[in-house]
């Protein structure tokens, strides 16, 4: 075992975080180059995705299940 240092997993977690990113240009990278060699325009959208709503659209029609099955069982 060998001396746990807090600022090696601070150091880690940066590792991480930048091959990550690296990662993902990469990868939009190699598609532009294969849509321009296709002669197709890349065109760059941005586009907001709201996962909260999802999320809790997600769990609404979760609990809406639950209170439905708990609410026929009384009357039972």
């Known amino acids: ?3 746990e ?3 090696a997993d601070a ?5 991480l975080a930048r091959a990550m990113v690296v990662q993902r240009v990469q990868s939009s990278r ?3 180059t294969v ?3 296709l002669g197709l325009e890349s065109e760059e959208m941005i586009v907001e995705m709201d ?8 769990k609404i029609t979760k609990h809406k299940w639950v209170i439905l099955i708990v609410y026929f ?4």
């Open 1 to 3: 075992m060998g001396v």
């Open 30 to 32: 190699e598609w532009a």
């Open 73 to 76: 069982m009384t009357l039972l």
């Open 5 to 7: 240092d807090p600022e």
């Open 11 to 15: 150091d880690t977690a940066r590792l």
């Open 51 to 58: 996962s909260v709503k999802r999320k809790r659209r997600k």
């Open 35 to 37: 849509l321009s060699n």
